[in-house]
């Protein structure tokens, strides 16, 4: 349970998780070429974890945080490249698990989702206002 007070909570905290979801995605992809000595040191994917959390009132409100940021278990491709500054002594190094394609997918929809709530946000704002114009 979270002090939400009132709808602009909700749409500040799914913001700020769609955000944190732009940053894993940015994080990955600029990491998606790089390679290492070992399958230990190869960069993995990482991918944010929401969770729930309702009001501490019951105003019937919730929202989605993000709990944790998670790495993807995913094994990093062995490449034979010996001329690599970082090939083993057998001339292997092991390239990021990313998926890039798969980047560039939760990327639009981290956007869209941004977007969405936004819109909502700056919808519910200007509803409010004429509300209040109505009445003088």
């Known amino acids: 349970m979270t ?38 040191d190869a960069f993995r994917a990482l991918r944010p974890v929401f969770e729930t959390e309702y009001a501490k009132a019951n105003s019937g409100l919730s929202t989605a945080t993000v709990e944790s940021v998670v790495m993807l278990d995913r094994q990093p491709e062995k490449q ?24 560039m997918v939760e990327m639009v929809e981290a956007s869209r989702q941004y977007q969405n709530t936004l ?14 114009q109505m009445g003088q």
């Open 119 to 132: 819109e909502t946000m700056t919808t519910l704002r200007a509803l409010m206002a004429r509300t209040l």
């Open 80 to 103: 034979f490249r010996p001329d690599h500054p970082s090939a083993d002594a057998e001339g292997f190094v092991y390239a990021a698990a990313v998926n890039t394609e798969e980047e």
């Open 3 to 40: 002090d939400i007070r009132n709808v602009f909570d909700v749409g500040a905290r799914a913001m700020a998780a769609q955000m944190v979801r732009m940053n894993t995605v940015a994080s990955n992809l600029a990491n998606a070429s790089t390679v290492a000595t070992t399958p230990e």
